[in-house]
Nanobody, 117 residues
Framework: QVQLVESGGGLVQAGGSLRLSCAASGSIPSINAMGWYRQAPGKQRELVADITNGGSTTYADSVKGRFTISRDNAKNTVYLQMNSLKPEDTAVYYC???????????WGQGTQVTVSS
């Protein structure tokens, strides 16, 4: 199993910044993508950004140019730097590790991000 511990959520005004961190431990798959998803009330969970072992990144169109994902493979940690936050970014943000061999996601417990207007 893979355990994920997230930190860094909170309340911020529109235009502000937050940095999310997620540390993975346990049986981490050797080939994986680490990423962030979010789920707003009444909406489906959606991909925000992810990054592979090799550093390839994917971003949702809505966050391109504002959010930056990075990872420290030595620490099994993924980060999400969120700048120019908007009220529509308000959601619970979930860290994920995707196992390419088993084709499954492991999930963190989620951290609330609230952006006030």
């Amino acid at each position: 199993q893979v355990q994920l511990v997230e930190s860094g959520g909170g309340l911020v005004q529109a235009g502000g910044s937050l940095r999310l961190s997620c540390a993975a431990s346990g049986s981490i798959p050797s080939i994986n993508a680490m990423g962030w998803y979010r789920q707003a009330p009444g909406k489906q969970r959606e991909l925000v950004a992810d990054i592979t072992n090799g550093g390839s990144t994917t971003y949702a169109d809505s966050v391109k140019g504002r959010f930056t994902i990075s990872r420290d493979n030595a620490k099994n940690t993924v980060y999400l730097q969120m700048n120019s936050l908007k009220p529509e970014d308000t959601a619970v943000y979930y860290c994920s590790v995707f196992d390419y061999a088993k084709l499954r996601n492991y999930w963190g417990q989620g951290t609330q991000v609230t952006v006030s207007s």
